[in-house]
């Protein structure tokens, strides 16, 4: 069946340092994916979507992610953490079907950021 | 940034009283979709519309809960019965197409004491 794994609960990275948030997939054919960020209190914002064609995908605020499918991921990495990234980030896939499309999320990661 | 809006904001209900909530979709989106968000952050797909018209529903959705999306008015989903296990964050969102771009708003949060 079609999912999102996130394997990691939680992430917590320096402010200034590297990130990278894990995304694994299932799905048959290819897919379309997205990562949507969730800050307290508020909704999903779109940070970056992938359809078929480049595998590097750039985002907003310095997001970028990259799809895989050999290794079945779509892996979202930022090269400088600011504490306004502390959040919960979430992957998806588009799951098609006969009455309509609808999104397939993980369970999400938080994003700590550390001083 | 996304330009749907939710009302209301919270939603506090007694067990077995109705909640209705609304969404105003994205100016020019003809999909429009409910997701559910427990605590736990898992995400159930609720119901989905393009324009008036329900594209696909739930099981659950079809017992207790009633959505529509009348033209020009805001969309609404109704909990008829608020159950403890309704508590949850709703999340609308719209789209062009599909599910290929969702724009979400900031959601109702629904507790049931």
């Known amino acids: 069946a079609q999912s999102v794994t996130q394997p990691d609960a939680r992430v917590t990275v320096s402010e200034g340092a590297s990130l990278q948030l894990r995304c694994k997939y299932s799905?048959?054919?290819?897919?379309?994916l997205f990562w949507y960020v969730q800050y307290p209190r508020q909704g999903l914002q779109l940070l970056l979507k992938?359809?078929?064609?480049?595998?590097v995908v750039q985002g907003v605020n310095g997001f970028e992610a990259e799809f895989s499918k050999s290794n079945s991921s779509f892996h979202l990495r930022k090269a400088s953490v600011h504490w306004s990234d502390w959040a919960v980030y979430f992957c998806?896939?588009?799951?098609?079907?006969?009455?309509?499309?609808?999104?397939?999320f993980g369970i999400g990661t938080l994003l700590s950021v550390k001083p | 940034n996304s330009k749907v809006i939710q009302t209301p904001r919270y939603l506090v209900k007694g067990q077995g009283q109705k909640a209705k909530m609304r969404c105003i979709p994205e100016?020019?989106?003809?999909?429009v979709f409910w997701y559910q968000q427990n605590k736990n952050n898992e995400f159930k797909f609720l119901i989905n519309?393009?324009?008036?018209?329900?594209?696909?529903q739930i099981d659950m959705t079809e017992k207790r809960f009633s959505a529509e999306c009348p033209s020009n008015s805001p969309c609404s989903l109704e909990i008829q019965s608020s159950e403890a296990g309704d508590s949850a964050l709703y999340l609308c969102?719209?789209?062009?197409?599909?599910?290929?771009?969702?724009?979400f708003g900031s959601g109702t949060r629904l507790t049931v004491l």
């Open positions: 969102a719209s789209s062009f197409r599909g599910a290929e771009t969702l724009y």
């Open positions: 799905y048959f054919g290819t897919p379309y």
């Open positions: 992938y359809y078929p064609g480049d595998p």
């Open positions: 998806a896939v588009s799951l098609y079907g006969s009455s309509g499309n609808k999104l397939i």
């Open positions: 100016k020019g989106h003809p999909v």
């Open positions: 519309f393009q324009n008036q018209e329900v594209l696909q």
